[in-house]
């Protein structure tokens, strides 16, 4: 199994800029998760869906941010537009929504620094 | 709501020495509990997990047993090596259909050669 697949796994863009990461979820999967990774504030969740339908987005910092997911295979998060304080660690993950075990599944990340 | 209150690090060993990271949670019904790992430059892998009361999980030599008494899930290896130097975290899963998981704040754990 390829696992989740991100792209581009580094992005550098200037203040302004709009920047579009990607996601593939493993094959099979209907949950789908965006988080976000920096020091000061750690691992937090932006938005997941479950079978393509946006559950909660409590977590998408502003207006900035959003996220969509076509089908079942691809999931884009954008940011337009971009803040220096954007810059972070941006990781996908899956997980196969059917019953108590939900383990998630995570993507090897987006560097993005936005100058 | 849901919690997860993990070990704050970092914590620092030397080779072969005992690891315990402690993990307690706050939850109704009964969750799933997970062990994550974070390598340097990598995401997270899930390391093990466990999904009623008593399970032991195990992985890789760590191990963590759901108890549901003291509401804990303590990670615990007896020998660390230096390749078990990341970022560890504690996370509790919905006991329902939600597919939300709830990640503790992670610890850091360096180890000495």
């Known amino acids: ?64 941010f959003s996220a969509k997911m076509p089908n079942a295979s691809f999931s884009t998060l954008k940011i337009q537009p971009s803040e220096p304080r954007d ?13 108590k075990v939900n383990e998630q599944y995570f993507g090897p990340g987006t560097r993005l620094t936005v100058t | 709501g849901n919690s997860v209150t993990q070990m704050e690090g970092p914590v620092t060993l030397s080779e072969e020495a005992f690891l315990t990271i402690n993990c307690t949670y706050t939850a109704t019904g009964y969750p799933s509990l997970f062990w994550y790992v974070q390598y340097p ?20 030599g760590f191990e963590a047993t759901y108890r549901k008494e003291t509401t804990s899930f303590h990670l615990e290896k007896g020998s660390v090596q230096v390749s078990d130097s990341a970022v560890y975290f504690c996370a509790l899963g919905g006991s329902s259909s939600a597919s939300k998981i709830i990640f503790g704040s992670g610890t850091r754990l360096s180890i000495r050669p």
């Open chain 1, 87 to 99: 810059s972070a660690v941006y990781f996908c993950a899956s997980s196969l929504l059917a019953g």
């Open chain 2, 41 to 60: 430059g990598e995401g997270l892998q899930l390391l093990l997990k466990a999904t009623k009361a008593d399970d032991k999980g195990s992985n890789k």
């Open chain 1, 1 to 64: 199994d390829a696992g989740v697949i991100q792209s581009p796994r580094h992005e550098v863009t200037e203040m302004g800029q709009e920047v579009t990461l990607r996601c593939k979820p493993i094959s099979g999967h209907n949950s789908l998760f965006w988080y976000r990774q920096t020091m000061m504030r750690g691992l937090e969740l932006l938005i997941y869906f479950n079978n393509n339908v946006p559950i909660d987005d409590s977590g998408m910092p502003e207006d900035r």
